[in-house]
């Protein structure tokens, strides 16, 4: 509480793991409710309604984000272009993408089509109206799976 000391185990702090975030072009997802799962935080981000997202597919392998990370959101940090950004739309589908314009109407985000025959993925970009987008969130932590 003082700031001083170890942390114990009961005073750690973790962040609401939301659900599973694909990662493609069709395949947004509907993000699972947190209930009682959460992950560990690290101590300095302080976003009171911070939560983690693991990614799911390979949209955002170019990008660093392999199937199985842990995506650290914070939705209180305004997202600026070419962050990673976790996105959900009106009807409740969310992916993680990143943001590449932003104007007063809409938003452009980029993925990669499926690796090719020689793991190569091209890239594409999607433009969203901001009216139909519940919310979006900077990326700010990635953690690898283990």
Not at 14 to 28: H, M, N, Q, Y
Request: hydrophobic letters at 40%; aromatic letters at 6%; glycine letters at 6%.
């Amino acid at each position: 509480m003082t700031g001083h000391g170890t942390p114990t185990a009961d005073s750690a702090p973790t962040l609401p793991l939301v659900g599973l975030a694909k990662c493609g072009l069709r395949d947004w997802f509907a993000p699972a409710t947190a209930n009682a799962l959460r992950t560990a935080c690290p101590t300095d981000m302080t976003d009171p309604d911070g939560f983690a997202v693991m990614a799911v597919g390979t949209s955002m392998q170019p990008a660093g984000i392999l199937e199985g990370f842990l995506c650290l959101c914070a939705p209180n940090t305004p997202a600026v272009v070419d962050d990673v950004v976790y996105v959900e739309d009106a009807t409740g589908v969310a992916s993680l993408k990143l943001l590449k314009k932003e104007d007063a109407d809409y938003v452009w985000l980029q993925g990669w089509l499926p690796p090719d025959d020689l793991d190569r993925q091209k890239p594409y970009i999607e433009q969203r109206r901001k009216t139909i987008i519940r919310r979006m969130a900077p990326v700010i932590y990635v953690k690898r799976k283990v």
